[in-house]
């Protein structure tokens, strides 16, 4: 695959804002085309689940949150968007650099799923150092305030705080005491600029894999289901852990060395910056 020189989709004003809130909301980035494309693709991922999926609700829910990841180079919707589209046009625009592919994520709450996403950052849960970087996420359904991603704004700047699994609060990848542990925000939400958006299909928020995000569940007859791309910048490197990441990329150790740029076949350079 030749690598595409990327193309400026943003404006400066959009810019600033992912540098300064570490998120920031783009309208109508894919056309419906595109949406139809990934919808099909998150149905065929649905249909026949890699080794990665996963259910990540309680078995009493009276709905289902599903994920899986790393599946582009099964399911064609999946590289096609991450490859053709303007998403990597728009994170070589935000990380001024490079852009290589990370990895894609599936997530699907469907109607009346309980289950929240806890409050997190992304970037202690992967296998890579390094600050410039972004995720993207998109809807397939239309999705309310009430079942949307929440950001707190500014907090990519923060530094690490612990991670922990998401139904049961277990720090299973640092140790206990090694870092942070989460702010209490939902019992007092007053105190952090806490940021989001209804989306509609081809809408995409855009943030940096160390801002805390999260949502809450489901409710009604609506699904949610959407699709993220994760992209990383010219800094980032590989990170051996100790554990299981998420996702996991078995045998990568032997390939990258510990603080080498993440080149290979399993995460192309998109866009030469």
Known sequence: MSIQPATRVLTEEQIADFHRDGVVVVRGLFSADEVASIERGIERNLAEPSDRFKVASQPDDPGRFVEDFCNWQRIAEFEDIAFTSRAADAAADLMRSPVRFYH??????????????????????????????????????????ESTLEFV??????????????????????????????????????????????????DVVFFHMLTLHHSYGVPGTQRRRAFSLRFLGDDMVHAPRNWITSPQFDDLDADIPAGAPMDHPLFPLLRAG
């Open 104 to 145: 894609d994520h599936m997530l699907v709450k469907e109607p009346g799923t309980r289950q929240e996403t806890p409050w997190h950052q992304d970037q202690p849960y992967y296998n890579v150092d390094g600050f410039n970087n972004c995720s993207l996420w998109m809807p397939v359904d239309p999705v309310t305030t």
């Open 153 to 202: 704004a500014g907090s990519h700047k923060k530094g690490w705080l612990m991670p922990r699994t998401f139904m049961n609060n277990e720090a299973k990848w640092f140790p206990e005491g090694s870092l942070t542990e989460m702010p209490a925000i939902e019992g007092h939400r007053e105190n952090f600029d806490i940021r989001s958006w209804s989306m509609q299909p081809g």
